[in-house]
């Protein structure tokens, strides 16, 4: 079941709000391919923790 506007993975719930939209984001991408909930939604979180590892710009000033 894909992710949206507010629903997410309940492992997300703690993640700040620009986190978890770029996991959710990727993690629906994985579904969509894999089927995998449980894999989707690991990926998504490590996935998104690298992008704004290499992408600190695009991370809001007052979520850092």
């Known amino acids: 079941m894909p992710w949206y506007n507010g629903y997410y993975p309940p492992s997300y719930k703690n ?7 770029k996991a959710v984001e990727i993690a629906n991408e994985i579904l969509g391919e894999s089927g995998d909930e449980g894999i989707a939604i690991a990926t998504g979180l ?9 992408h600190p710009e695009e991370k809001p000033e007052s979520e850092n």
């Open 15 to 21: 993640q700040p709000k620009y986190l978890r939209e």
């Open 46 to 54: 490590k996935r998104a923790r690298q992008y704004f590892e290499e």
